[in-house]
């Protein structure tokens, strides 16, 4: 799934004013014509909510990490690939599980690394998050070797929590004995300041994406309902189709209403 622009709270939404071009049935059509295609069509707004990632299969796309700090912090990068820790904003009632980037810099793209377990977190300036041999966090590198390759531990006494293990099989940890929070990739033990919170855009989250599909599955109207059945049906009839659809047993269902409107017709 290709990556769209990301919006963030507080962002105007700006709507496409449509144009309308004179015809002039003599004159050739040009390559610049407008023309509709389906990029044009309106998209669900959920796609651009933000949720936690519940387990490390749930991660892909934009993500930001949330860090265990207070106030709340992400994982950040600038243009030049310095890693550092940023403010977060957009949460609500400081609510770090709430959490949402206001800022592109904060934002990484997660994707597997082939063949393994591992995730690659991309910057918003085309390269990667590395963690070299000493704990040093750098997102300078422009391809995927091992110090760019991560396991996501999630942690069992913390539900959608993760410690983030580097290459050499030690795990990022936060550094906030100073005003400004440092993260360095040398502890060696899973701590408070190792566990690290998973935020990722909702279309991305193989479950949810199940859950619509079922929900859309489920949808159907009274007259395809009754064209499937082949006479007009009854309020509570229609009901118990729909019920059935939604739980997975609709055909042995319909099969009892085509039955039972047999037995009417030559009661």
């Not at 929590?161 to 060696?188: C, H, M, Q, W, Y």
């Amino acid at each position: 799934m290709p990556v769209k622009p990301l919006t963030f709270k507080g962002d105007k939404k700006t709507k496409k004013r449509k144009r309308t071009a004179a015809v002039d049935d003599d004159a050739p059509s040009k390559s610049t014509d407008l023309t509709t295609t389906s990029a044009a069509k309106e998209t669900d707004p959920e796609d651009d909510s933000w949720v936690s990632a519940e387990a490390a299969s749930d991660v892909s796309g934009p993500i930001i990490f949330v860090l265990p700090t207070e106030p709340a912090t992400c994982l950040a990068c600038d243009a030049n690939g310095k890693v550092w820790t940023s403010a977060v904003e957009n949460f609500v009632d400081g609510d770090p599980s709430t959490a949402e980037p206001h800022d592109v810099r904060q934002v990484w793209i997660a994707n597997r690394v082939a063949g393994t377990e591992n995730f690659s977190f991309k910057g918003h300036h085309g390269r990667y998050l590395s963690c070299d041999k000493y704990g040093i966090l750098t997102a300078t590198a422009p391809a995927v070797s091992p110090i760019e390759s991560f396991l996501l531990v999630p942690l069992p006494s913390q539900p959608a929590i993760f410690a983030v293990e580097t290459n050499t099989e030690k795990f990022l940890a936060v550094d906030d004995a100073s005003a400004s929070p440092t993260v360095r990739g040398d502890a060696e033990e899973l701590l408070f300041n190792t566990g690290l919170r998973v935020r990722m855009q909702a279309r991305f989250k193989p479950r949810l994406k199940v859950a619509k599909a079922e929900k859309a599955a489920a949808k159907i109207s009274r007259k395809e309902l009754e064209e499937a059945v082949g006479r007009r049906l009854e309020d509570d009839e229609v009901k118990k189709l729909k019920k059935a659809r939604k739980e997975g047993d609709y055909h042995e269902v319909l099969l009892d209403v085509k039955v039972k409107g047999k037995h009417d017709k030559f009661a």
